[in-house]
């Protein structure tokens, strides 16, 4: 018979919290007994409840506890397990991070990873903006606590601490590469992942029916598998398969902010690795004056192969 576990209030949230991260205090027992005995008691009073039992070195723990409870509270309902869970990711995470040479603060780590486990969709979002190299500006927009967010969004933005540029690329780089992703990848909603994969196939048949497939989608996905579709571009050489993927985006460049988005990405391709069909492939189903603006860059670069050139001029004068 399943044994069910009462929900803890938020207030023995944030001592559950703490009393996980100093399980191996050598006074444990008394602290928990010092919990016990202070109780009815305020938020953000552990280190005076705990008194002599905890050790200056572990006010930090304490402080995270504190600073973590309102939101985990939220996103756990409170459940002791989903608590323990994310306690448990949060050490593992801390262990491979630190195998791998990256070093995060503790706060910003946490904070990170309640994006990562509660707030999938800003976590994919994240994941965008760092592929897009954007990242810190638009972080730091939601901690300012300006721009189009949601309330969840906003609240996890109030979070302590600010997070530094270097600590969000370091979490979101370890954390894709765990996964076993790019970071394109990870960025792109699952859901999307199996089209977009269509889409870069190398067959025309398959990129047909999945052109058509893509098309039907609401404008805000067409535009992330017109992202993962250009930034994997960017990494492209092969002619055949800068050909291919500029088909696609040209595809789905009707979609609203789908050119611009495109635009945006391709903008940052090395110009001495721009082929031939690249130009040419991108005003195959549509020719949006972003497109024609971003050709006519190429056809003027200097970086630019007479070949490419030539194709660039082509494109351009045939539309």
């Known amino acids: 018979m399943p044994v069910r576990v009462p929900a803890l209030s938020k207030e023995q949230t944030e001592e559950y919290l703490a009393l996980l991260m100093l399980a191996d205090l050598d006074r444990v027992d008394d602290a928990?007994?010092?919990?016990?005995?202070?109780?009815?008691?305020?938020?953000?009073?552990?280190v005076d409840r705990l008194g002599d039992t905890l050790p200056a070195a572990r006010h930090a723990?304490?402080?995270?506890?504190?600073?973590?409870?309102?939101?985990?509270?939220?996103?756990?309902?409170?459940?002791?397990?989903?608590?323990?869970?994310?306690?448990?990711?949060?050490?593992?995470?801390?262990?491979?991070?630190?195998?791998?040479g990256v070093e995060l603060?503790?706060?910003?780590?946490?904070?990170?990873?309640?994006?990562?486990?509660?707030?999938?969709?800003?976590?994919?979002?994240?994941?965008?903006?760092?592929?897009?190299?954007?990242?810190?500006?638009?972080?730091a927009e939601i901690e300012g606590g300006t721009g189009d967010h949601s309330a969840g969004v906003r609240d996890w933005g109030e979070l302590a601490p600010k997070l530094p540029a270097d600590d969000?690329?370091?979490?979101?780089?370890?954390?894709?590469?765990?996964?076993?992703?790019?970071?394109?990848?990870?960025?792109?909603?699952?859901?999307?992942r199996e089209l977009a994969g269509k889409l870069s196939s190398a067959s025309q048949g398959t990129r047909r029916q999945a052109s058509?497939?893509?098309?039907?989608?609401?404008?805000?996905?067409?535009?992330?598998?017109?992202?993962?579709?250009a930034a994997s571009l960017r990494q492209q050489g092969a002619p055949d398969a800068q050909g291919a993927l500029a088909e696609s985006i040209s595809a789905?460049?009707?979609?609203?902010?789908?050119?611009?988005?495109?635009?945006?990405?391709?903008?940052?391709?090395?110009?001495?690795?721009?082929?031939?069909?690249?130009?040419?492939?991108?005003f195959i189903h549509n020719r949006p004056p972003e497109f024609r603006a971003l050709i006519e860059s190429w056809r003027d670069s200097p970086d630019v192969s007479d070949t490419a050139r030539l194709a660039c001029t082509e494109a351009l004068g045939q539309h």
């Open 105 to 139: 603060q503790p706060d910003a780590l946490a904070k990170l990873m309640l994006a990562e486990l509660h707030l999938p969709d800003l976590f994919g979002q994240l994941l965008a903006w760092l592929a897009a190299g954007v990242v810190a500006d638009k972080v």
């Open 252 to 282: 789905l460049a009707a979609a609203p902010g789908a050119a611009a988005t495109a635009t945006e990405e391709l903008q940052r391709i090395r110009h001495g690795m721009i082929t031939a069909p690249l130009p040419i492939s991108l």
């Open 32 to 46: 928990i007994a010092k919990i016990k005995d202070s109780r009815p008691s305020e938020a953000h009073r552990l």
């Open 61 to 100: 723990e304490i402080s995270l506890a504190e600073t973590l409870t309102p939101l985990l509270h939220r996103y756990t309902t409170g459940n002791p397990r989903r608590l323990k869970r994310f306690l448990n990711a949060y050490w593992l995470r801390t262990s491979f991070a630190s195998r791998r």
């Open 212 to 229: 058509s497939d893509a098309v039907k989608l609401d404008a805000p996905k067409q535009v992330a598998v017109t992202r993962f579709l």
């Open 168 to 192: 969000l690329a370091k979490y979101l780089l370890l954390a894709a590469s765990l996964r076993g992703e790019t970071i394109e990848e990870a960025a792109l909603p699952p859901d999307l």
